[in-house]
Nanobody, 118 residues
């Protein structure tokens, strides 16, 4: 069973930075898409960042210019660098791997809490 384990969440003041990490138990070398998503209490899950096999990246509108997704294939790691954090970034952040283009062929982590507050 594939495991995705997120880490790096925590409490940060507005304007601060955090780097989330996602350790994947299998090779991510040939995956279709790596992604980060988040869900705040009472809200729907939203896309934070996606990194496709062709190198293309997509970000949620409110994350553009502040967040950066990256990968380390040798370590099977996915990262999310978050800068200039705002209170509205408070949410549980989830790592996702789309192994292929087939619907449902994906894996999720358990999530890591990010709280932005003074």
């Amino acid at each position: 069973q594939v495991q995705l384990v997120e880490s790096g969440g925590g409490l940060v003041q507005p304007g601060g930075s955090l780097r989330l990490s996602c350790a994947v138990s299998e090779s991510i070398f040939n995956v279709y898409c790596l992604g980060w998503y988040r869900q705040a209490p009472g809200k729907q899950r939203e896309t934070v960042a996606q990194l496709y096999d062709d190198g293309m990246t997509k970000y949620g509108d409110s994350m553009k210019g502040r967040f950066t997704i990256s990968r380390d294939n040798a370590k099977n790691m996915v990262y999310l660098q978050m800068n200039d954090l705002k209170p509205e970034d408070t949410a549980v952040y989830y790592c996702n791997v789309d192994w292929s283009r087939a619907p449902g062929d994906d894996s999720w982590g358990q999530g890591t809490q990010v709280t932005v507050s003074s």
